[in-house]
């Protein structure tokens, strides 16, 4: 069985400082992706990033990045420059490539950001 | 392009009643899921549609709960005899049959259930 475990209930952070969201799962598939989203308390789910479990290197889009370890089974956000905007919650999600019901996405409980002016 | 939308955003039902959520995903996805996520919690997985039929409806919490996607498009989530633990935001999402490729979710349908 998947799990996403996210154990920051809420952040803090400066205006234009980076920062970490973490965020570990629990596998025993060898193909399988990550994703992380962003909710603003408009409640739209906004896809941010996608690191899949054989890519060599760390995805990258804009200002976020994902810090992937697969030996630890981890993959946290990293935000850099944070913005007003940002603050939201996050939630991190796993697909199991490898399965029968292999499609769905399976979410972490999340951690809600506040950006700080 | 448009995205997925879902109706009505909110819905108020007295306990025992019977609701519909709609949800019209975008446009050639093949894939269309449905969520249920309750107050600061993540969304929790229901049903996942692959076409017309239901792939997967492991997620479904009893058989007051069923949908339906009769032409592979638009879906419909149905909850027979509400009940006040129904209340929660539901999230319908679609997306293509590439495994990388991520679900793309519409704004919701919060049910309150009275």
């Known amino acids: 069985a998947q799990k996403i475990t996210q154990t920051q209930p809420g952040m803090f952070v400066q205006e234009k400082e980076a920062v970490t969201l973490d965020c570990t799962y629990d596998?025993?598939?060898?193909?399988?992706?990550l994703f992380w989203y962003k909710q603003p308390s408009s409640g739209e789910m906004i896809f941010l990033i996608y690191?899949?479990?054989?890519?060599?290197q760390n995805a990258t889009e804009g200002r976020y990045s994902l810090n992937f370890q697969k030996a630890r089974k981890s993959a946290n956000l990293v935000i850099s420059a944070s913005q007003l905007g940002d603050s939201a919650m996050y939630f991190c999600?796993?697909?199991?490539?490898?399965?029968?019901?292999?499609?769905?996405?399976?979410f972490g409980k999340g951690t809600l950001l506040t950006v700080n002016p | 392009g448009a995205g997925v939308s879902q109706t009505p955003s909110n819905k108020v039902t007295e306990k025992g009643k019977y609701v519909e959520l709609r949800c019209d995903p975008i446009?050639?996805?093949?894939?269309l899921y449905w969520y249920r996520q309750s107050l600061g919690q993540g969304p929790e997985f229901l049903i996942y549609?692959?076409?017309?039929?239901?792939?997967?409806d492991s997620g479904l919490p009893n058989d007051r709960f069923f949908a339906v996607r009769p032409e592979g498009s638009v879906s419909t989530l149905k909850i027979q005899r509400t009940e006040r633990g129904d209340s929660a935001m539901y999230l319908c999402?679609?997306?293509?049959?590439?495994?990388?490729?991520?679900?793309?979710f519409g704004n919701g349908t919060r049910l309150t259930v009275t």
């Open positions: 999600a796993m697909r199991d490539f490898s399965g029968g019901s292999n499609y769905k996405l399976t």
């Open positions: 549609f692959q076409g017309t039929g239901a792939a997967d």
């Open positions: 999402a679609s997306g293509t049959s590439s495994l990388n490729s991520p679900l793309h």
């Open positions: 596998t025993s598939d060898q193909s399988y992706g």
């Open positions: 446009s050639g996805h093949t894939a």
């Open positions: 690191q899949g479990s054989y890519d060599e």
